[in-house]
């Protein structure tokens, strides 16, 4: 399965969220991870939405996780930037040719369809096993470091330049 780089913008940004006391703006965001800030925010649009980030407006606006890290789930940051659909959609190619499977004759799945399905389920459930908190401690043990002793102050920091 093939995944949009919103997904990757997505998720850091809501590990990155982790460590925010105060709404983060987009702006702030986009600088610590050195993207386009207007991709980011249609990132950001699609966790507000989905209802995993809260958009606060005004001068001291931005963004926050809507509920603990915990639950908040890989598969539903994936969901919320690039959408719910399968990544293979069966057409039903053994109806169609010279050779055609009449369509009355295919009361079960085709084995190509149960593969691709159970593909999906196994890779759905392998995103939804694992958590923005499960995430954020992965990235601490990455480090010498805690990386949000770092991330925390510099995030308030644009509270104090604004």
Do not use: N
Request: a negative charge.
């Amino acid at each position: 399965m093939k995944m949009s780089g919103g997904v990757e913008w997505a998720l850091h940004c809501c590990v990155v969220l982790t460590a925010a006391d105060q709404p983060v703006p987009a702006a702030r965001l986009a600088e610590l991870h050195d993207v386009s800030a207007s991709y980011l925010a249609k990132q950001l649009q699609g966790l507000s939405r989905a209802g995993l980030v809260q958009s606060i407006q005004g001068q001291s606006g931005g963004y926050l996780l809507t509920r603990a890290p915990e639950l908040i789930t890989v598969l539903d940051v994936v969901e919320a930037v690039d959408g719910t659909r399968p990544a293979f959609v069966c057409t039903e190619i053994r109806q169609r040719g010279p050779l055609a499977v009449p369509a009355e004759a295919c009361v079960v799945p085709c084995a190509i369809s149960r593969a691709m399905t159970a593909a999906d389920a196994a890779w759905r459930g392998a995103l939804r096993a694992v958590t923005i908190a499960d995430l954020a401690h992965d990235v601490s043990v990455d480090y010498d470091s805690d990386p949000f002793a770092v991330i925390r102050p510099w995030l308030g920091a644009a509270e104090r330049t604004a």
